[in-house]
C-alpha cells in the first residue's frame, strides 16, 4: 500500500525559507522510473504544480518559482524535501507531494498540508 | 509552456450527463496524455481518468473520457449523474519541457 504524508511548519513569516518533507511508504525512490512531486492548491483556487525529482535524481521545477525551490531525496529514508524561499502571503496553501511511475499521471497523492504566511 | 482551459463551473441534474472540458493551448493534445482528477471539499485529488480514457480501478464505469483532435481539447464525460459526483475536477497534461500542467479546474454542482 502506498502512502505519502506532507509534514512542515503551519505558519511562516515573510521572507522566511519553507522546508516541507513528503515521508512515503510502499514505493521506492531508487525504482526506474519512480517520480515525485510537489503541488500546491492556495484556498479555493486551483492546484499548480511546483516540482518533480526522478529515480535519476533528474529535477524539474515550475517556470514562474524555478529561482525560489529546490527539491531533493533521501531514497534511504523514503523522503523527498521542497524548499521555497522568500514567501510572501500569496503562498498560503495547502501543500502536497504525489507519486507518479512511468508516466506523468499522479497516482498516489499524501493527504496536504496547510501553510500559512503571516507575520 | 502550454496551458489547459476549463469552464469555470457546470451544472446539471441527478441523472443527467455532464461533459467537462479541457483545451489546450499549443501543442497536440493527442502528443501526450490527458489525465483528470476529483477533488472533493477539503480532500486531496484523487485520479479518475488516466491516458485520455482509462479509468481508475474502483471509477464508475459513468466516468469517460476522450480527446477530440479538432477541437485540440480533452473532455470527461460523467452519466447517469448522482449527488456524489459533485466536485472539483482537474484535467492534467504535460510536455517534454513541463512534466506537469494542469487546468484552472472545473466545479460540477449536481442540482
Known amino acids: 500500500q502506498v502512502t505519502l504524508r506532507e509534514s512542515g511548519p503551519a505558519l511562516v513569516k515573510p521572507t522566511q525559507t519553507l522546508t516541507l518533507t513528503c515521508s512515503f511508504s510502499?514505493?521506492?525512490?531508487?525504482?526506474?522510473?519512480?517520480?515525485v512531486s510537489w503541488i500546491r492548491q492556495p484556498p479555493g483556487k486551483a492546484l499548480e504544480w511546483l516540482a518533480l525529482?526522478?529515480?535519476?535524481?533528474?529535477?524539474y521545477y515550475s517556470a514562474s518559482l524555478n529561482t525560489r525551490l529546490s527539491i531533493s531525496k533521501d531514497t534511504s529514508e523514503n523522503q523527498v524535501v521542497l524548499t521555497m524561499t522568500n514567501m510572501e502571503p500569496v503562498d498560503t496553501a495547502t501543500y502536497y507531494c504525489a507519486r507518479s511511475w512511468g508516466s506523468r499521471r499522479l497516482d498516489d497523492w499524501g493527504q496536504g498540508t496547510l501553510v500559512t504566511v503571516s507575520s | 509552456n502550454f496551458m489547459l482551459t476549463q469552464p469555470h463551473s457546470v451544472s446539471e441534474s441527478p441523472g443527467k450527463t455532464v461533459t467537462i472540458s479541457c483545451t489546450r493551448s499549443s501543442g497536440n493534445i493527442g502528443s501526450n496524455y490527458v489525465q483528470w482528477y476529483q477533488q472533493r471539499p477539503g480532500r486531496a485529488p484523487t485520479i479518475v481518468i488516466s491516458e485520455d480514457n482509462h479509468r481508475t480501478s474502483g471509477v464508475p464505469d459513468r466516468f469517460s473520457g476522450s480527446i477530440d483532435s479538432s477541437s485540440n481539447s480533452a473532455s470527461l464525460t460523467i452519466s447517469g449523474l448522482r449527488i456524489e459526483d459533485e466536485a472539483d475536477y482537474y484535467c492534467q497534461s504535460y510536455d517534454s519541457s513541463n512534466p506537469v500542467v494542469f487546468g484552472g479546474g472545473t466545479k460540477l454542482t449536481v442540482l
Open positions: 525529482i526522478d529515480w535519476d535524481d533528474e529535477k
Open positions: 510502499g514505493f521506492s525512490l531508487s525504482t526506474d522510473g519512480m517520480c
